[in-house]
């Protein structure tokens, strides 16, 4: 393969300007592997249309989908040219043109910096942070608050952490570090008005963390037992939505 393309007669709705009008927030979009994505009104659940990436038997498939922050974009994790069995470089496509391009490579490496993926909202990052500080966090574990004030990446290397920026004040930086943690933990996070959550876990448990923006120090956090009949609680994950906090059950994630 020596490029992605899309299929021509996407569909009508997406590239009109009532769509491109609407909050990037109060859209969902899903991507199925075998190169389709769909846009769902997040207040209806109904599908607002759909667009087909054209791929390669057999190939990766998609891997990821967000909107860019103005919601004239839509930037999906998809099948690396020279070998499509490998995953993943970012496209983006135009919605008024529907046209595709690469705009990044893999993840990690330096070609992802110029971006800023937060919660399924893409952000240039020199519009948040002058001269992006931000390095070695996965773009899915970048949360922006609600009122844009604040950014905090969640990561695991050598033990969880929060890494805080305080986007008031050209990106000041500040790690938060729970203390007492052996062993290994898989962390995630997500806000709820003005607050922020971390969520920890192990196979011997969890534990949740309260954040207000400015803190300087985690406490000992809240400890999470296991429901019975559940999945170890290093396969659940956090989220927030309606003014309450849902912990999650995933089913499955791709390795390559």
Avoid at 30 to 47: H, K, M, N, P, Y
Avoid at 118 to 138: E, F, H, T
């Amino acid at each position: 393969m020596k490029r992605a393309f899309l299929t021509l007669g996407l569909f009508a709705l997406i590239g009109s300007s009532p769509f491109q009008a609407q909050d990037p927030r109060n859209v969902i979009l899903a991507a199925r592997r075998s190169g389709d994505v769909e846009f769902i009104d997040s207040q209806t659940l109904q599908t607002l249309g759909s667009m087909h990436f054209s791929l390669p038997v057999p190939t990766s498939g998609l891997n990821g989908v967000s909107l860019g922050a103005d919601g004239s974009t839509v930037f999906v994790d998809g099948p690396m040219p020279s070998d499509p069995h490998s995953c993943c470089v970012l496209y983006a496509v135009d919605l008024a043109t529907f046209q595709a391009k690469i705009v990044a490579s893999i993840p990690g490496t330096a070609s992802r910096d110029s971006l800023i993926r937060s919660d399924g909202i893409v952000y240039p990052a020199a519009r948040l942070i002058p001269g992006n500080p931000i390095r070695r966090i996965s773009d899915n574990l970048l949360h922006l608050s609600p009122g844009g004030q604040w950014l905090f990446g969640v990561k695991s290397f050598r033990g969880p952490a929060i890494e805080t920026y305080d986007l008031t004040r050209g990106g000041a930086h500040q790690e938060l570090r729970p203390v007492g943690l052996t062993g290994d933990w898989w962390p995630t996070g997500a806000w709820l008005g003005g607050l922020f959550y971390l969520n920890v876990r192990s196979d011997s448990g969890g534990r949740l963390w309260t954040v207000t923006p400015g803190t300087i120090q985690l406490d000992a956090g809240v400890p999470l037992t296991q429901p019975n009949g559940c999945s170890p609680l290093r396969s659940v994950e956090i989220t927030a939505a309606g003014g309450k906090l849902f912990l999650y059950e995933t089913f499955g994630f791709k390795v390559d």
